[in-house]
């Protein structure tokens, strides 16, 4: 047997190499073994700081019985899905016609073109609460394979085009106020008046939404200012925050905030540290920071993950490691990490670390976000024959993974780098986020010239090609529950561009792609926080706010109110004249022209790049509106 995951990037896919069952890594070959051997394919989806993922790995995948049994019927494919995102979508999404209770691990069968004909999540190693054991369920798949071949295929075929119509978006309107209004209403009905947060139990913090709220909040909406600030204070003092740590569990099983799953994933915190500073929440984002730079810190940037189980004096533990005070944390090893660093967890995270050292007044953390981002970009960041940049999608110890890289990457990062700019007033940063949103957009006029659909931003160079060669691919998950879509991240790294540059295109692009996704986000706006989130900077008037000092001069009174100044559809930045005249020379024309006037710091503030007089003092700012 071939032991074909040692060397995986994916500390998931390695947790595997030593199993009975024969894995396969995702990609053309497992498939082909599959067609060879006609027999179906058993793809199996999980993360490394998944528990249920660990129960089933143990349960079954360990057992050598069960492994030769399935090595002899099917082609067995691990696939860790936060490596590969589009994978995970497009199979989620074919399983969600067999159920909706869906989640990791998720077992797939489908035939060696990859078109699923069965799909289920957990399954016990015996028959449990109506449950079927996961050796009924491959009998019974393997009895459809044999017996009813033609059924099969023709199942697998309608489920596919099926999926390919779904994917395909319609036009749609950009919400208005009054729809924001009644969306913030909608989100106020779904919240737990007892417990904090949305909805019973299982429940999650939903930051994305959170940071909704916050922008309403921003826009003058009392009512979504008091529904975040509420959420975000019960969150804080739940058991879903680590108190000696620091950092956010995944969710908690009760609706109470008790009994966390307590993985701690990247993407929750950097989002959960974001809303944390836009709260003044200082004690909770300082919390969050110390949890980042102690515990996530890796080789290349930022862990994804970490473990919710340990080794308690030679004892697996689900959680009871977080039971222990400091000094008995001590004398335990931590929950392993999971150490490969993804593009856009990483780029959340830089962007995360920018707003909070603005908005809060902590410098070392603007630093730790540079020194975050020189990082990835120096390991993820490379240029093709003509130049263009081309990101990884995941790395681990200076090792690069195979995935392709996502709409997500690009979008994050973008956004992380632009968020950065801003908040250290130097223009690199900013300037390679507009290469990788030029990117995105040139990426989506070809493909909507090829396909004849209206497309503002896709992933340049494709995305996996296995699916797209086998016209599997459902698209990036929109589902906005624990961070942006892709789409939503780009479209706000190009409505940022718009503010920097007053190039009207990125304004154009960020609508573009905001708008198809509008009725979904009205149907389901718990689901759809980041894209709710462009849509309300977009729903406002476009101000921009820049302080200018003179070279030799430190920050003061003027640029600590413009920088901690939150108004939906503004953005501020504060610099140096010689830094505001080498962004100019970058072609951001937001800072063509702006000089302090004398020796004093001078703030210009416009509406859709029209600016008023020059100010020097906060009263004059604050009467300028």
């Given at each position: 047997m071939a032991a074909r995951l040692e060397n995986a990037v994916s500390p998931y896919l390695q947790s595997h190499a030593g199993n009975p069952v024969d894995w396969w890594p995702w990609g053309a070959d497992a498939l082909a073994e599959a067609a060879r051997r006609d027999v179906p394919v058993m793809i199996s989806i999980g993360y490394a700081t998944c528990h249920w993922c660990h129960v089933m790995a143990r349960e079954t995948f360990a057992n050598p019985e069960v492994g030769a049994w399935l090595n002899e019927r099917v082609v067995a494919i691990k696939v860790d899905r936060e490596e590969h995102p589009e994978v995970d979508?497009?199979?989620?999404?074919?399983?969600?016609?067999?159920?909706?209770?869906?989640?990791?691990?998720?077992?797939?069968?489908?035939?060696p073109e990859g078109r699923t004909f069965y799909a289920a999540t957990y399954l016990p190693p015996q028959p449990?609460?109506?449950v079927p054991s996961f050796r009924q369920v491959v009998?019974?798949?393997l009895e459809a394979w044999q017996s009813r071949r033609d059924e099969v295929l023709q199942s697998?075929?309608?489920?596919?085009?099926?999926?390919?119509?779904?994917?395909?978006?319609?036009?749609?309107?950009?919400?208005t106020r009054d729809d924001l209004a009644a969306i913030v209403a909608e989100l106020a009905g779904f919240e737990d008046t007892l417990h904090g947060g949305f909805g019973g139990a299982p429940k999650f913090p939903v930051a994305p939404t959170l940071l909704f709220l916050q922008g309403r909040g921003a826009a003058g909406d009392t009512?979504?200012?008091?529904?975040?600030?509420?959420?975000l204070q019960r969150l804080a003092a739940s058991d879903l925050r680590d108190p000696v740590e620091g950092g956010f569990f995944r969710y908690a099983t009760r609706r109470d905030w008790t009994e966390p799953h307590y993985e701690?994933?990247?993407?929750d915190n950097a989002l959960l540290l974001e809303a944390a500073a836009r709260a003044g929440a200082h004690e909770t984002a300082a919390g969050v920071v110390a949890f980042l730079r102690e515990i996530m810190r890796v080789p290349g940037g930022l862990a994804s993950g970490q473990d919710s189980e340990s080794e308690l004096d030679g004892e697996r533990s689900e959680g009871g490691y977080y039971a222990l005070t400091a000094d008995e944390r001590a004398r335990q090893p931590r929950p392993a990490l999971d150490a490969k660093v993804l593009t856009s967890w990483n780029g959340l995270a830089i962007g995360a670390l920018a707003v909070a050292a603005r908005l809060l007044d902590e410098p070392s953390w603007a630093a730790f976000a540079r020194e975050l981002a020189d990082e990835l970009l120096a390991g993820h960041l490379s240029r093709d024959e003509s130049g263009a940049p081309r990101l990884l999608r995941a790395s681990r110890e200076g090792r690069a993974s195979a995935a392709a890289s996502t709409l997500e990457d690009w979008g994050d990062l973008a956004v992380g780098l632009l968020e950065l700019a801003i908040t250290t007033g130097e223009h690199a940063h900013a300037?390679?986020?507009?290469?990788?949103?030029?990117a995105c957009l040139a990426a989506g006029d070809h493909e909507a010239v090829a396909t004849g659909r209206p497309l503002a931003a896709a992933v340049p160079g494709g995305g996996d090609p296995v699916l797209s060669s086998r016209g599997l691919a459902a698209g990036e998950d929109v589902n906005e529950g624990s961070a942006p879509s892709g789409e939503a991240a780009v479209a706000r790294a190009a409505l940022l561009l718009h503010?920097?540059?007053?190039?009207p295109r990125y304004r154009f692009a960020a609508e573009a792609i905001v708008a198809p996704l509008a009725p979904l986000a009205r149907q389901r706006p718990i689901a759809f926080g980041a894209t709710l989130g462009v849509a309300s900077a977009l729903a406002e008037p476009s101000r921009q706010l820049v302080v200018v000092r003179p070279d030799d001069a430190e920050p003061g009174e003027l640029e600590a109110a413009a920088l901690t100044r939150q108004r939906e559809g503004e953005l501020a930045i504060a610099l140096t004249a010689s830094a505001a005249s080498a962004w100019a020379e970058a072609g951001f024309e937001l800072l063509a022209g702006r000089a302090p006037q004398g020796s004093t710091s001078t703030a210009f503030a416009c509406t859709d790049f029209v600016c008023r007089l020059p100010v020097t003092t906060v009263d004059e700012l604050d009467a300028a509106g």
């Open positions: 979508a497009a199979y989620m999404t074919a399983a969600s016609a067999f159920s909706d209770q869906l989640g990791w691990p998720l077992t797939v069968f489908a035939t449990i609460s109506g009998e019974a798949v697998a075929e309608g489920l596919r085009d099926a999926i390919a119509a779904a994917s395909r978006r319609e036009p749609g309107a950009l919400p009512d979504a200012a008091a529904l975040a600030a509420r959420t701690r994933m990247l993407n300037a390679l986020a507009r290469e990788l949103v030029d503010q920097l540059t007053a190039q």
